[in-house]
């Protein structure tokens, strides 16, 4: 059975902090890692990362692979109040006959930032 | 704003109705999800339709019924449910199954409660 594990579950900081999220996953077939943000309703998409090593960033945020280690963190720098909610990370396998692509999801990191 | 659309946001029904919910999309995707998510948990995956074809049921209960009438649509039909049945359906597409490693994109939900 695929298996997504994130940690920590949850998180407090304050406004201007550094936080590092962690995923790490056992799964067959991989062939993506995606973070999402969720707030009160639908996830919303942030990376998507398929390589080893490769950083992705978009603003304070940014996402990278470890496909050795089965591993990705996404860091957040200089946070802002506004960056509270869960963080999913969701991992993308396709089945052995090529045919089905499925995201399987984490139980989520809730960070809270504090003004 | 997400270009997935679900209706009704809100549903309250009981144990004896018959309801369905909708799911909407004109981004050309042609793989469609139906996910369910409780309360502080991720989301879960129920089924995956890949042009308009049922591809994946995760085991899902009888009581919920899929269907999708055309590349654009996918609905949920729900009868006899039960109030653990209660919990955020999310719907989401992506461009296609097979080969991919792309993202997908979620509608709000529609949040149901059965009582």
């Known amino acids: 059975e695929d298996k997504v594990v994130q940690s920590p579950l949850s998180l407090v900081v304050h406004e201007g902090d550094t936080v590092t999220l962690n995923c790490s996953y056992e799964?067959?077939?991989?062939?993506?890692l995606l973070w999402y943000k969720q707030e009160k309703k639908a996830p919303t998409f942030l990376f998507m990362l398929t390589s080893s090593g490769i950083e992705k960033k978009s603003g304070r945020l940014s996402s990278i692979l470890d496909k050795k280690e089965l591993s990705s963190i996404l860091n957040i720098t200089a946070t802002q109040t506004g960056d509270s909610a869960i963080y999913l990370c969701?991992?993308?396998?396709?089945?052995?006959?090529?045919?089905?692509?499925?995201?399987?999801f984490g139980k989520g990191t809730l960070l809270t930032v504090n003004p | 704003d997400t270009e997935v659309t679900q209706t009704p946001k809100h549903l309250v029904m009981g144990m004896t109705n018959k309801k369905s919910l909708k799911c909407e999309q004109h981004m050309g995707h042609r793989a469609m999800y139906w996910y369910k998510q409780k309360a502080k948990k991720p989301p879960e995956l129920m089924f995956v339709?890949?042009?308009?074809?049922?591809?994946i049921n995760e085991s899902v209960p009888s009581r919920f019924s899929p269907e999708c009438p055309n590349s654009s649509l996918l609905n949920l039909h729900l009868h006899a449910l039960q109030p653990e049945d209660s919990a955020l359906y999310l719907c989401?597409?992506?461009?296609?199954?097979?080969?991919?490693?792309?993202?997908?994109?979620f509608g709000e939900g529609s949040r149901l409660t059965v009582l």
């Open positions: 969701a991992v993308g396998t396709i089945n052995s006959g090529g045919s089905n692509y499925k995201l399987t």
């Open positions: 339709y890949s042009y308009e074809k049922l591809s």
């Open positions: 799964v067959t077939n991989f062939r993506s």
């Open positions: 989401a597409s992506s461009q296609e199954l097979a080969a991919n490693t792309g993202e997908l994109f």
